[in-house]
């Protein structure tokens, strides 16, 4: 049993040595999340990473800031044509309205106008 305790109280001392050069190794902190560099080295891994990371998720917003930018000329372009074709298609409606409640033509007989006949019966 001595022995059991002996043992058990060196490897809790060990892993006690370790968290403490180490920062635990989880990153975690009083029940908080650290990212914390905790040697020189890691700090400069760290600091290379989010380098990387950085441009390459500037790139990819900017790739993607590209395609939004050609579907909204697109969307644009169609909307141009769509309101043409429309006004285009309100002008013929009005034009065969027109025509279909139209008066009839008076006739072009001579000295005698549409309202003078319309006037004697």
Request: hydrophobic residues 35%; charged residues 25%; positive net charge.
């Amino acid at each position: 049993m001595k022995a059991i305790s002996i043992s058990l109280v060196l490897a809790l001392a060990a892993n006690a040595v370790a968290q403490a050069q180490y920062g635990g190794g989880t990153g975690i902190d009083d029940g908080f999340l650290t990212l914390r560099a905790t040697t020189p080295a890691e700090s400069y891994s760290r600091g290379i990473a989010d380098l990387i990371r950085s441009g390459g998720h500037y790139n990819l917003s900017t790739s993607e800031a590209a395609v939004k930018a050609a579907e909204a000329r697109k969307y644009e372009m169609e909307n141009a044509t769509d309101a043409i074709d429309t006004y285009f298609r309100i002008r013929q409606l009005n034009r065969e309205y027109r025509e279909a409640n139209r008066r009839p033509r008076p006739s072009r007989r001579p000295g005698i106008s549409w309202r003078l006949r319309a006037a004697c019966p």
